[in-house]
């Protein structure tokens, strides 16, 4: 595997319609009972912000930056530090947008069981009327 491309001097910032998508686009891929392993989901995020600091990146830092300068080196803390708050907004975003797929499947599941209970209800309501009608 290449490494990646060199570090841009910035962080990117993604919007909001962005994260949005990113999320929604995870969540399709995933089963509505599982949950995606940590490290898959923060190589998924860190992978569009800092590539160096993916989990596979972060052992070869110290040999790949073997050379820099004092002031390189302050450089790039900065721009992790960066990456690291992007990364904990892209986080909160996403657990989120996961609380609400659970709510949601939750509420789903109480109203179909709701509609179950309501039409059994009925059926016993109409063998009673039946039945009183009949006697």
């Known amino acids: 595997m290449n490494p990646p491309a060199p570090p841009q001097d910035t962080v990117p910032t993604l919007s909001p319609e962005q994260i949005n998508r990113m999320i ?4 399709k ?11 898959k989901l ?3 995020f860190m992978s569009q912000i800092e590539p160096d600091l993916m989990t596979l990146m ?8 073997a050379r820099e300068t004092a002031e390189e080196a302050a450089e ?8 690291f708050e992007e990364y904990d907004r892209l986080y909160a975003g996403y657990a989120t947008s996961l609380t609400a797929t659970v709510h ?3 509420k789903g599941a109480v109203a179909s069981l709701e509609k179950g209970s309501r039409a059994e209800d009925e ?13």
Request: charged content about 30%.
């Open 123 to 135: 059926k016993t309501i109409d063998t009673l009327i039946s039945g009183m009608q009949s006697s």
């Open 76 to 83: 790039r803390k900065v721009r992790y530090k960066k990456a």
């Open 29 to 39: 891929e995933m089963m509505p009972t599982e949950l995606p392993d940590p490290e």
């Open 24 to 27: 929604e686009d995870m969540l």
């Open 58 to 65: 972060i052992p070869t830092l110290k040999t790949r930056y």
């Open 42 to 44: 923060y190589d998924h």
């Open 104 to 106: 949601a499947c939750n």
